[in-house]
């Protein structure tokens, strides 16, 4: 090791360095100049002027949250809590075919009416210019990076229609996307169980794709089906990776219902044959047996057509309310429904505005606590909450989230939204993830069940990420690169949410570094908004 006497703004001194590369962690001092590390190395006898003590600390470069949904609570919480308190410093949003730019009809009215329930949220943004512009004028204490919803696209020009796109239509599309890549976003997302993005025909994608392909970007999917369609959901990604020539991020990678159990070493086996052809593709994950999504998810998508109010009017009709029914009960073949793939018993309501007494309770509870079939139920709970009602499903194995960690090129995202325990949002539940994604995969998942060694597990949270994305001189601990950093005790690190009290920081992270400003301290927030906005 160099000795190094550089006056530095910040040394970390006495830790074990992972750098997030995979390489084995090494004992060694790192130095800060500004935003960047400047040195790592035996920097005993440097001036610095602050020193951080991490001995029997680990530091890493800060962690990546590559599936995020934060597009909108970014206003209420630009402190990013339940993020950067589990060492994430930076987040991808705009996940699943939805993202809060750029917004122009339905897309803007469905915005209007979700911006609503935080009460003090201006929408005064179209553009995605505009939109990062105010983000960037607030101030965030995380890293920000955003992708163009294709729902969002499609709401923005022909609404909740259910049907082809006209030549005009996909043209208008193309242009919202081009520019909002060109001012700044990272690439195009889908949420292919959701209307209106779920309209969209294998073609229309690919049309989409090649445009966000031209400009470097990325094509991330919710895939069509994580049940019983698995793999073939996971060839249609695959594919129009190939006929765009675009990179490909599959979300949340997963095998859901219990006959679908298993599934996940053949969908992953076809995304590494994929790799091998020289299609990018990756995956994320977030290490949980549940998911979170909308009760909605349980209506077939032709329910859905025209928007949120559409439903509401035709769950409140009696003839088409038992045509729904009929569709819910039998579950028409290739649609997912997770009412029949996981069970009522297995969807547990966590956010339902217009009765907080029912949260944390299942479908079929509150079916039988009210005295109906579950099914009315449920349609009665969406017209009592305009079609809005958030739900856990126990859709998933414990073996496969297992084989699903233990792979590489498989990056972690928490599929969850920046929040805090106080505030407007603490009296919705929400899914743990949200608040113990990656100290849970690092305690559980790396200390106690070894599926992974502490340096893979950087790697997938850190630079695997960095590199799918082409974050530019980040992931790495590495000189000359921007200091976001995590130092945490490896001995104590753990998540403390459960699904019952999800709203808990985790323990055994001592300092979070945003661009070489620490941002968490023994465990507090110190208040700093060091993030900044990334542009592709
Ligand atoms: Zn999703």
């Given at each position: 090791?160099?000795?190094?006497?550089?006056?530095?703004?910040?040394?970390?001194?006495?830790?074990?360095?992972?750098?997030?590369?995979?390489?084995?962690?090494?004992?060694?001092?790192?130095?800060?100049?500004?935003?960047?590390?400047?040195?790592?190395?035996?920097?005993?006898?440097?001036?610095?002027?602050?020193?951080?003590?991490?001995?029997?600390?680990?530091?890493?470069?800060?962690?990546?949250?590559?599936?995020?949904?934060?597009?909108?609570?970014?206003?209420?919480?630009?402190?990013?809590?339940?993020?950067?308190?589990?060492?994430?410093?930076?987040?991808?949003?705009?996940?699943?075919?939805?993202?809060?730019?750029?917004?122009?009809?339905?897309?803007?009215?469905?915005?209007?009416?979700?911006?609503?329930?935080?009460?003090?949220?201006?929408?005064?943004?179209?553009?995605?210019?505009?939109?990062?512009?105010?983000?960037?004028?607030?101030?965030?204490?995380?890293?920000?990076?955003?992708?163009?919803?294709?729902?969002?696209?499609?709401?923005?020009?022909?609404?909740?229609?259910?049907?082809?796109?006209?030549?005009?239509?996909?043209?208008?599309?193309?242009?919202?996307?081009?520019?909002?890549?060109?001012?700044?976003?990272?690439?195009?997302?889908?949420?292919?169980?959701?209307?209106?993005?779920?309209?969209?025909?294998?073609?229309?994608?690919?049309?989409?794709?090649?445009?966000?392909?031209?400009?470097?970007?990325?094509?991330?999917?919710?895939?069509?089906?994580?049940?019983?369609?698995?793999?073939?959901?996971?060839?249609?990604?695959?594919?129009?990776?190939?006929?765009?020539?675009?990179?490909?991020?599959?979300?949340?990678?997963?095998?859901?219902?219990?006959?679908?159990?298993?599934?996940?070493?053949?969908?992953?086996?076809?995304?590494?044959?994929?790799?091998?052809?020289?299609?990018?593709?990756?995956?994320?994950?977030?290490?949980?047996?549940?998911?979170?999504?909308?009760?909605?998810?349980?209506?077939?998508?032709?329910?859905?057509?025209?928007?949120?109010?559409?439903?509401?009017?035709?769950?409140?009709?009696?003839?088409?309310?038992?045509?729904?029914?009929?569709?819910?009960?039998?579950?028409?073949?290739?649609?997912?429904?997770?009412?029949?793939?996981?069970?009522?018993?297995?969807?547990?309501?966590?956010?339902?505005?217009?009765?907080?007494?029912?949260?944390?309770?299942?479908?079929?509870?509150?079916?039988?606590?009210?005295?109906?079939?579950?099914?009315?139920?449920?349609?009665?709970?969406?017209?009592?909450?305009?079609?809005?009602?958030?739900?856990?499903?126990?859709?998933?194995?414990?073996?496969?989230?297992?084989?699903?960690?233990?792979?590489?090129?498989?990056?972690?995202?928490?599929?969850?939204?920046?929040?805090?325990?106080?505030?407007?949002?603490?009296?919705?539940?929400?899914?743990?993830?949200?608040?113990?994604?990656?100290?849970?995969?690092?305690?559980?998942?790396?200390?106690?069940?070894?599926?992974?060694?502490?340096?893979?597990?950087?790697?997938?949270?850190?630079?695997?990420?960095?590199?799918?994305?082409?974050?530019?001189?980040?992931g790495e601990l590495r000189e000359g690169y921007f200091a976001d950093?995590?130092v945490f005790d490896p001995e104590r690190i753990a998540d403390t949410?459960?699904?019952?009290?999800?709203?808990?920081?985790?323990?055994?992270?001592?300092?979070?570094?945003?661009?070489?400003?620490?941002?968490?301290?023994?465990?507090?927030?110190?208040?700093?908004?060091?993030?900044?906005?990334?542009?592709?």
């Amino acid at each position: 090791m160099t000795e190094l006497t550089f006056p530095f703004d910040l040394i970390l001194r006495g830790g074990t360095v992972i750098d997030g590369t995979g390489a084995p962690a090494r004992r060694a001092d790192v130095g800060i100049v500004g935003d960047k590390v400047a040195a790592i190395g035996d920097l005993t006898s440097a001036q610095a002027a602050r020193v951080i003590d991490a001995t029997h600390r680990y530091i890493t470069p800060g962690f990546i949250d590559v599936h995020t949904h934060t597009d909108e609570t970014i206003f209420i919480n630009p402190k990013m809590e339940s993020k950067i308190h589990q060492g994430v410093t930076t987040e991808v949003s705009g996940n699943c075919g939805y993202s809060a730019a750029p917004v122009h009809g339905a897309a803007r009215d469905d915005l209007l009416h979700d911006l609503d329930q935080y009460k003090n949220i201006t929408l005064d943004w179209q553009s995605m210019g505009e939109y990062l512009a105010r983000i960037e004028k607030m101030g965030i204490s995380t890293n920000y990076v955003t992708l163009v919803g294709q729902g969002t696209l499609r709401a923005s020009v022909m609404g909740y229609a259910m049907r082809e796109p006209t030549p005009d239509e996909l043209a208008t599309m193309k242009n919202l996307l081009a520019q909002a890549i060109d001012e700044g976003a990272w690439g195009l997302s889908t949420g292919l169980i959701y209307p209106p993005s779920s309209y969209a025909s294998m073609d229309e994608l690919v049309a989409l794709s090649r445009v966000a392909a031209e400009r470097g970007g990325i094509y991330t999917s919710h895939i069509r089906n994580e049940g019983d369609r698995l793999l073939e959901s996971v060839e249609e990604a695959l594919t129009i990776g190939e006929r765009a020539g675009i990179r490909v991020q599959l979300s949340h990678h997963k095998a859901a219902g219990k006959r679908n159990w298993g599934k996940v070493h053949e969908s992953l086996a076809r995304i590494e044959q994929a790799r091998e052809r020289g299609i990018h593709a990756c995956a994320d994950q977030y290490p949980y047996v549940a998911s979170s999504t909308g009760l909605g998810t349980v209506i077939p998508d032709w329910a859905h057509e025209g928007g949120w109010q559409k439903l509401v009017e035709r769950l409140g009709d009696v003839t088409t309310r038992e045509r729904i029914a009929e569709d819910v009960r039998t579950a028409r073949p290739g649609w997912e429904n997770p009412a029949v793939d996981s069970g009522w018993h297995n969807i547990v309501i966590v956010g339902c505005k217009s009765d907080r007494s029912l949260q944390g309770k299942t479908a079929w509870d509150i079916a039988q606590m009210q005295g109906k079939d579950v099914v009315q139920a449920t349609f009665d709970l969406l017209i009592a909450n305009e079609g809005s009602v958030q739900v856990v499903i126990f859709s998933m194995s414990e073996d496969d989230v297992k084989t699903v960690v233990s792979v590489p090129w498989v990056s972690v995202g928490s599929d969850s939204t920046a929040r805090a325990p106080q505030g407007p949002m603490s009296n919705v539940q929400c899914h743990p993830r949200t608040y113990g994604t990656f100290p849970r995969l690092l305690s559980k998942y790396v200390r106690e069940d070894k599926v992974l060694t502490w340096e893979t597990a950087i790697a997938k949270m850190t630079s695997a990420p960095a590199q799918m994305f082409g974050l530019n001189r980040r992931g790495e601990l590495r000189e000359g690169y921007f200091a976001d950093m995590v130092v945490f005790d490896p001995e104590r690190i753990a998540d403390t949410a459960t699904f019952t009290e999800p709203h808990q920081f985790p323990i055994g992270f001592d300092y979070v570094l945003v661009n070489g400003t620490p941002t968490i301290e023994f465990g507090k927030h110190t208040e700093a908004r060091a993030g900044k906005v990334l542009r592709k």
